[in-house]
């Protein structure tokens, strides 16, 4: 299954609304996964089962979405969330990976 | 705290073999399922392999079958990827997260460098 990001890059400024898309070559269901990696770090889950929020995530971060259309939405841009996003989806082997989403400063 | 703490990258020459390990600490490793992940220089995330809490299920993204092996050690808190015949093309930061559906504790990844 190929996840497709859009778009692959971003500028925004801070306070600023911003929404990613990922798109599924199939449907996937609610098996979607977001993660958020800053320069030489590991991946930080943001949201998984496509719009569920992981404990201890800014309530800003947001998912929706089912089937072959996702949404990762940042209500008000705060400065540390300047970073790559990436969708994975976990409905069948193997688990890929969207291509990232890097997420600039304007 | 939970932990984990890759080991074992390295430079290993085209066609050589190297073992990566996986410490687990600060939550019951036999509970869950554990995946490997890597990711080449400045390219994105590859999920590449997982296996079940007891060993009995094992997954491979298709680059890697019958090159690469996952394996765990529930009483050592240990996760495991020997990685055999390998290219260019493997290099990369390999990390191990916890979980199957959620992965949401991740080591802080370890190089693996192909070249001769």
């Known amino acids: 299954i190929q996840l497709t990001q859009s778009p692959s890059s971003l500028s925004a400024s801070v306070g600023d609304r911003v929404t990613i898309t990922c798109r599924a070559s199939?449907?996937?269901?609610?098996?979607l996964a977001w993660y958020q990696q800053k320069p030489g770090k590991a991946p930080k889950l943001l949201i998984y089962?496509?719009?569920t929020l992981q404990s201890g995530v800014p309530s800003r971060f947001s998912g929706s979405g089912s089937g072959t259309d996702f949404t990762l939405t940042i209500s008000s841009l705060q400065p540390e969330d300047f970073a790559t996003y990436y969708c994975?989806?976990?409905?069948?082997?193997?688990?890929?990976f969207g291509q990232g989403t890097k997420l600039e400063i304007k | 705290e939970v932990q984990l703490v890759e080991s074992g990258g390295g430079l290993v020459q085209p066609g050589g073999s190297l073992r990566l390990s996986c410490a687990a600490s600060?939550?019951?490793?036999?509970?869950?399922?554990m995946t490997w992940v890597r990711q080449a220089p400045g390219k994105g995330l590859e999920w590449v392999a997982n296996?079940?809490?007891?060993?009995?299920?094992?997954y491979y993204v298709d680059s890697v079958k019958g090159r690469f092996t996952i394996s765990r050690d529930n009483a050592k808190n240990s996760l495991y990827l020997q990685m055999n015949s390998l290219r260019a093309e493997d290099t990369a930061v390999f990390y191990c997260?916890?979980?199957?559906?959620?992965?949401?504790?991740w080591g802080q990844g370890t190089m693996v460098t192909v070249s001769s």
């Open positions: 997260a916890r979980g199957h559906y959620t992965f949401d504790i």
């Open positions: 600060g939550f019951t490793f036999s509970s869950y399922w």
């Open positions: 296996i079940k809490q007891d060993g009995s299920e094992k």
């Open positions: 199939q449907a996937i269901s609610s098996y």
């Open positions: 089962a496509a719009s």
């Open positions: 994975q989806q976990l409905n069948s082997y193997p688990y890929t």
